[in-house]
T-cell receptor
Framework: GAVVSQHPSWVICKSGTSVKIECRSLDFQATTMFWYRQFPKQSLMLMATSNEGSKATYEQGVEKDKFLINHASLTLSTLTVTSAHPEDSSFYIC????????FGPGTRLTVT | ELKVEQNPLFLSMQEEKNYTIYCNYSTTSDRLYWYRQDPGKSLESLFVLLSNGAVKQEGRLMASLDTKARLSTLHITAAVHDLSATYFCAVDNQGGKLIFGQGTELSVKP
């Protein structure tokens, strides 16, 4: 099956700083990638759809100025959490779909 | 708005017994997925169901889809400890966006 990687796998940052998370499709090209967020003991919630070469589409209630998405190539999408606060601490997972959805291993963000 | 509901949300299973998880969704969709998630990990794909009446089996797990009833089931046969995890169903809400159920936390006890 297709492989999606994420980097870093975990990150701790101080409140007010920004953090960038990378999502790569390793063996296929992805014009579209998806970003999800998962709080402890909860389900995954779609944050945004990342489109190569164009602006991301955000789900209702997701602040586009806080969660910046850049899909600069067919194999890379990045999510930047700007001015992070403790409530942004979560597990962030990306996915891409050459045919079915393939999920990255996730990035655990802890904001202190 | 597409909604996906799973039940039960928690399931304490005894080894060697059979159980079923239900996944209901509110609007028509082309694809339904089942995933497994172990603590601290991402999602592992179990099944992709594409059409009415689709049935897929892998080991002790079998998934089926009834698009008319908007219902999918994940049946567990003769539960074993290795199956302890959280299981999610997810429905494709057009264009690849997935809407997830709440998840069902399975625990298998000897």
């Amino acid at each position: 099956g297709a492989v999606v990687s994420q980097h870093p796998s975990w990150v701790i940052c101080k409140s007010g700083t920004s953090v960038k998370i990378e999502c790569r499709s390793l063996d296929f090209q992805a014009t579209t990638m998806f970003w999800y967020r998962q709080f402890p003991k909860q389900s995954l919630m779609l944050m945004a759809t990342s489109n190569e070469g164009s602006k991301a589409t955000y789900e209702q209630g997701v602040e586009k100025d806080k969660f910046l998405i850049n899909h600069a190539s067919l194999t890379l999408s990045t999510l930047t959490v700007t001015s992070a606060h403790p409530e942004d601490s979560s597990f962030y997972i990306c996915s891409a779909a050459p045919d079915e959805q393939y999920f990255g291993p996730g990035t655990r963000l802890t904001v202190t | 708005e597409l909604k996906v509901e799973q039940n039960p949300l928690f399931l304490s299973m005894q080894e060697e017994k059979n159980y079923t998880i239900y996944c209901n969704y509110s609007t028509t969709s082309d694809r339904l997925y089942w995933y497994r998630q172990d603590p601290g990990k991402s999602l592992e794909s179990l099944f992709v169901l594409l059409s009415n009446g689709a049935v897929k089996q892998e080991g002790r797990l079998m998934a089926s889809l009834d698009t008319k009833a908007r219902l999918s089931t994940l049946h567990i046969t003769a539960a074993v400890h290795d199956l302890s995890a959280t299981y999610f169903c997810a429905v494709d809400n057009q264009g690849g966006k997935l809407i997830f159920g709440q998840g069902t936390e399975l625990s298998v006890k000897p």
